[in-house]
């Protein structure tokens, strides 16, 4: 089962914006969120119901509705300008699999 | 705090076997809440699951490489890796290794697990 992502979204400085992961994994498994900005690894933002691991700020948040995963950042930074992806078990537990990739620019 | 860096040769040949480390350092890799896990990154692409170890060394890996990839624990060495057969040039790529909690359940009744710590990652090129 995949995971699906808009490829790129846009948010104005200061303003909030809403990323979403769909996938049939996602009516029963909860999303991890993951930051990456260019030549880093990724750094993981949100897991479980609605997690932050330590030093993520408040403002990153997610939510899960049917088959969406939504990864929401109120107030959005310059510094949060990078590629977003989620990840999820699929249905036969033993696997895991990324979403496509979301390119978050900040106006 | 934890960390974990890989390593290997930078340059595999087409049809030769890519073999990557990852040393873990100020932790143990023999904890048992913990799976250790390798993904990997195309130049320009997204980021593809490719397996993950416990360190018992009960594995599970990505369908769509597991008939090419071997992973093993030296829980002695505080060390897992991985070994990909048969390489083309669509393996060439960043390879990053991971901790990877183990399956949780929250009080809703769903699972979730995560990819919580990173190593900074190491670029193999195949080409001959």
């Known amino acids: 089962s995949e995971l699906t992502q808009d490829p790129a979204v846009s948010v104005a400085l200061g303003q909030t914006v809403r990323i979403t992961c769909q996938g049939d994994?996602?009516?029963?498994?909860?999303a991890s969120w993951y930051q990456q900005k260019p030549g880093q690894a990724p750094v993981l933002v949100i897991f479980?119901?609605?997690n932050r691991p330590s030093g993520i700020p408040d403002r990153f948040s997610g939510s899960s509705s049917g088959n969406t995963a939504s990864l929401t950042i109120t107030g959005a930074q310059a510094e949060d300008e990078a590629d977003y992806y989620c990840?999820?078990?699929?249905?036969?537990?033993?696997?895991?699999?990324f979403g496509t990739g979301t390119k978050l620019t900040v106006l | 705090q934890l960390q974990l860096q890989e390593s290997g040769p930078g340059l595999v040949k087409p049809s030769e076997t890519l073999s990557l480390t990852c040393t873990v350092s100020?932790?143990?890799?023999?904890?048992?809440?913990?799976?250790w896990g390798w993904i990997r990154q195309p130049p320009g692409k997204g980021l593809e699951w490719i397996g993950s170890?416990?360190?018992?060394?009960?594995?599970f890996y990505n369908p769509s490489l597991n008939s090419r990839v071997t992973m093993s624990v030296d829980t002695s060495k505080n060390q897992f890796s991985l070994k990909l057969y048969s390489v083309t040039a669509a393996d060439t790529a960043v390879y990053y290794c991971?901790?990877?909690?183990?399956?949780?359940?929250?009080?809703?009744?769903?699972?979730?697990?995560?990819?919580?710590?990173w190593g900074q990652g190491t670029l193999v090129t195949v080409s001959s």
């Open positions: 991971a901790r990877h909690p183990l399956l949780l359940v929250a009080a809703t009744g769903w699972g979730y697990d995560a990819f919580d710590i």
């Open positions: 990840n999820s078990r699929d249905t036969s537990v033993s696997r895991n699999v």
């Open positions: 994994n996602l009516r029963s498994y909860y």
């Open positions: 100020g932790g143990s890799i023999s904890s048992s809440d913990y799976n």
């Open positions: 170890i416990y360190y018992t060394g009960s594995t």
């Open positions: 479980g119901e609605n």
